[in-house]
T-cell receptor, first 112, second 116 residues
Framework: GQQLNQSPQSMFIQEGEDVSMNCTSS?????WLWYKQDPGEGPVLLIA?????ELTSNGRLTAQFGITRKDSFLNISASIPSDVGIYFC????????????FGKGITLSVRP | DSGVTQTPKHLITATGQRVTLRCSPR?????VYWYQQSLDQGLQFLIQ???????AKGNILERFSAQQFPDLHSELNLSSLELGDSALYFC???????????????FGPGTRLTVL
């Protein structure tokens, strides 16, 4: 089945630093999405990407849909303590029957 | 607030019991998805319903079942519960009568199930 690879499992950065995470797949997806999950809460959609090569920003977050359609990256600039959480990538295919395939997530820690 | 509601927030029960988790999707969303998240595990897709019909199945055990009602709310039934069923269960919704984007799933706050 389809699998998304996110590594490393955990990242530790200093407040104010930029951080980049990527997500790779052996399969092509038509949509890439990035979610953030706080402890004990549901994942929250950060950015959705629909076109190969697309670069989209949401505040300090920037994500890109890879040209091959098999990868995506998320960049967080000038990190702050509330950026702590688990970041999931997800790939999707078009249509009402579509389900998302999720990566295992990267746990981000931000040191003050 | 995603607009997706789930009840109860917490559920503690014993092995062998049966429980029902409830989800109300965002207003107008036709698709409902159920996920299981255990410690050290990512989001495991269980099942999808679209406008009352089952559309996709993931790693859902035979002891688990779900349905979506005419008002579009959904219930996930877990029976013969085992210790390993302890997890967070999330519902997500997407897609409206006027079209997508179907891939943008919005998650509820989850139900934390503890089986003792």
């Amino acid at each position: 089945g389809q699998q998304l690879n996110q590594s490393p499992q955990s990242m530790f950065i200093q407040e104010g630093e930029d951080v980049s995470m990527n997500c790779t797949s052996s399969s092509i997806f038509n949509t890439w999405l990035w979610y953030k999950q706080d402890p004990g809460e549901g994942p929250v959609l950060l950015i959705a990407l629909y076109k190969a090569g697309e670069l989209t920003s949401n505040g300090r977050l920037t994500a890109q849909f890879g040209i091959t359609r098999k990868d995506s990256f998320l960049n967080i600039s000038a990190s702050i303590p509330s950026d702590v959480g688990i970041y999931f990538c997800a790939g999707g295919s078009p249509g009402a029957n579509s389900k998302l395939t999720f990566g295992k997530g990267i746990t981000l820690s931000v040191r003050p | 607030d995603s607009g997706v509601t789930q009840t109860p927030k917490h559920l503690i029960t014993a092995t062998g019991q049966r429980v029902t988790l409830r989800c109300s999707p965002r207003s107008g969303d036709l698709s409902v998805y159920w996920y299981q998240q255990s410690l050290d595990q990512g989001l495991q897709f269980l099942i999808q319903y679209y406008n009352g019909e089952e559309r996709a199945k993931g790693n859902i055990l035979e002891r688990f079942s779900a349905q979506q009602f005419p008002d579009l709310h959904s219930e996930l039934n877990l029976s013969s519960l085992e210790l390993g069923d302890s997890a967070l269960y999330f519902c997500a919704s997407s897609g409206t009568k006027t079209g997508g984007p179907y891939n943008e799933q919005f998650f509820g706050p989850g139900t934390r199930l503890t089986v003792l």
